[in-house]
Each structure stands twice: as structure tokens, then as C-alpha cells.
């Protein structure tokens, strides 16, 4: 099926303009093949409730972007419960050298996810059927057989999930050192987390423009002996 342009290369930079971002024309051209996507394979399977292509480039692409307008994520990236691909395969667009990892367990939005990166060009993006604690326990059990390359990631992002502290503790132990975890939250559950996971060290959250309570909380991962020490100065 041809691509249908919903928008034009200057309606999405004005749309994008609140998020302070700097895409090239090609990036902004992987924007609106993106979105075509979205909006036409919505109508057969329940990717977004979000329905206008001006309200899903701000909900969407402007909100998974922003983190570029501050941070460069490089290495391996892995996203958790991608879904239509927020933020984990927009920021690809961003930062096409980043090596993602997609884990979504749902089988159409999977074959939706490479669709996307088929027709947007991308490389070194694998989709992934498991959920996170799946996924981590693969990976220790490749150890346990005698593999020592057990895949740590520079980076980790994840938006709109559940029981996020859980997920917070979880994805630490699959961060290198100095790794982030990049979430998108509520401001509850960033005062939350900040607050009760320790094997991170938080960010202040900072608000995702055009929001009243979307927030990103950024936490490295630190070592055992700092966090230890960290808990010692409380």
C-alpha cells in the first residue's frame, strides 16, 4: 500500500517545536512513514487511542523525542513493553546508530514494530517476544550454561507501564555501569521511585512539555559499594 503523507514536513516541525528538537529533513521524513503507519494499522488493531495525526505527533513522537533534546543515548538500548514503538523506536529516529532491543509479547503489534522499521530504513532494531523477567531470566540462564556474554545495556527506556518500582529494580540489573534508565511517568510514581529504589541514582524528573503530568526520570545505575555507602549516609 502507497504511503499516504497525513502531514506535511512543516506541520510536523511546528508541531515539534514546543520539544525542542533538532531532526534533519530525512529524520522528519521517518516521522510522517512512522505515523502513516500508525494511524492506518490502528484501525485493524488497538495500537493507540490517540486518533488525529496532529495529537499523535505531540502524544507520541514529541513526548518519546524529547529525551534527545538533552540526552545522547549511544551503545544498546533496550525498550520495555514497546507497544506501538513509544519511546524506544522513535528514538530511534533520533539516534539511528543506537542498537534497540523492542520486548513486546503481543504478536501483531510485534509485526506492526517491524513494519515500522522496514519502512523507515532502520538497522540493528530486534523485536522481541518476551516480557522483561522472561527476558532477564534467559539471559541468566545462558550464564548458568557456561555463556558469560550476558547482554548489559546502556540504556533502558519505558513508557505508560505498570508497577514501575518493580520494573525500576528489574531493569538496573540489566544496565551497565553508568547505564540509564530512562522512564516515563506520572509525577507519584517518579517521587516513588526516586525514593525507594536505590541501585539508582535519580535524576530530578523533568515535565514533558504540553503536559500537566507526564514527567521523564532519568537513574544510573551505580555500584553495589555506592549504593551501600549511599544508604549509609541516610
Not at 517545536?17 to 500508525?38: C, E, H, K, M, R
Not at 549511544?74 to 519511546?87: C, V, Y
Not at 503489534?109 to 523477567?133: I, N, P
Not at 510514581?189 to 521523564?216: F, H, K, M, N, Y
Request: with cysteine; proline share 4%.
Amino acid at each position: 500500500m502507497a504511503l499516504v503523507a497525513v502531514l506535511t514536513e512543516r506541520d510536523v516541525r511546528d508541531l515539534l517545536g514546543p520539544f525542542d528538537l533538532d531532526l534533519t529533513s530525512y529524520q522528519i521524513g521517518q516521522v510522517i512513514a512512522y505515523l502513516d503507519l500508525l494511524l492506518r494499522w490502528n484501525e485493524k488493531i488497538n495500537l493507540t487511542a490517540v486518533r488525529t495525526p496532529e495529537e499523535c505527533v505531540t502524544r507520541h513522537f514529541g513526548d518519546s523525542l524529547y529525551l534527545s533534546s538533552w540526552v545522547e543515548l549511544s551503545g544498546a538500548s533496550l525498550d520495555i513493553g514497546s507497544r506501538a514503538g513509544f519511546p524506544g523506536l522513535a528514538l530511534k529516529i533520533a539516534f539511528p546508530g543506537l542498537a534497540t532491543t523492542l520486548l513486546e509479547p503481543a504478536a501483531r503489534k510485534r509485526a506492526f514494530l517491524k513494519e515500522v522499521v522496514r519502512a523507515c530504513g532502520m538497522e540493528s532494531v530486534e523485536v522481541r517476544s518476551e516480557r522483561l523477567d522472561e527476558f532477564l531470566g534467559r539471559c541468566r540462564a545462558r550464564m548458568e550454561g557456561g555463556d558469560q556474554k550476558r547482554k548489559r545495556f546502556d540504556s533502558i527506556t519505558a513508557r505508560a507501564v505498570g508497577q514501575v518500582r518493580r520494573l525500576a529494580e528489574l531493569a538496573a540489573c540489566a544496565l551497565m555501569p553508568g547505564g540509564r534508565l530512562c522512564l516515563w511517568v506520572g509525577h507519584h510514581q517518579a517521587v516513588e521511585v526516586g525514593r525507594d529504589v536505590r541501585s539508582l541514582a535519580w535524576e530530578a524528573p523533568r515535565p514533558v512539555p504540553q503536559s500537566e503530568r507526564r514527567e521523564i526520570l532519568i537513574g544510573a545505575r551505580i555500584s553495589v559499594e555506592s549504593a551501600r555507602k549511599h544508604e549509609d549516609d541516610l
